[in-house]
């Protein structure tokens, strides 16, 4: 657990754990054949909004070694995900078909 939950109530701490759930999701979504960048950032956002008190600060797909954005998720990525859930900036990441 990050040490910036311990600014977190409990139940905010719960509503932060969508933030993983949402990237886990958008990998699973990746790995069943979702082939547009575009349509996987609106589903995180949309995911997202359902955090009482959450301001996203960006959500991005990107290649694992040199963080450029990709245009298409059949390579090697990692889902970066920062926001704020009322004072605590959260940052999150998850990787697709990567070692690192």
């Given at each position: 657990?990050?040490?910036?939950?311990?600014?977190?109530?409990?139940?905010?701490?719960?509503?932060?754990?969508?933030?993983?759930?949402?990237?886990?999701?958008?990998?699973?979504?990746?790995?069943?054949?979702?082939?547009?960048?575009?349509?996987?950032?609106?589903?995180?956002?949309?995911?997202?909004?359902?955090?009482?008190?959450?301001?996203?600060?960006?959500?991005?797909?990107?290649?694992?070694?040199?963080?450029?954005?990709?245009?298409?998720?059949?390579?090697?990525?990692?889902?970066l995900c920062a926001g704020y859930l009322k004072d605590t900036r959260l940052i999150d990441n998850i990787g697709v078909n990567d070692e690192?």
């Amino acid at each position: 657990m990050s040490s910036r939950n311990r600014y977190l109530s409990a139940s905010e701490r719960e509503d932060a754990s969508m933030i993983f759930k949402m990237l886990t999701h958008l990998k699973l979504q990746i790995e069943q054949g979702e082939s547009s960048v575009s349509r996987l950032i609106q589903m995180g956002e949309n995911l997202l909004r359902d955090i009482p008190g959450f301001k996203l600060d960006y959500l991005v797909i990107v290649n694992p070694v040199t963080l450029d954005p990709v245009s298409h998720p059949d390579q090697p990525l990692r889902i970066l995900c920062a926001g704020y859930l009322k004072d605590t900036r959260l940052i999150d990441n998850i990787g697709v078909n990567d070692e690192i």
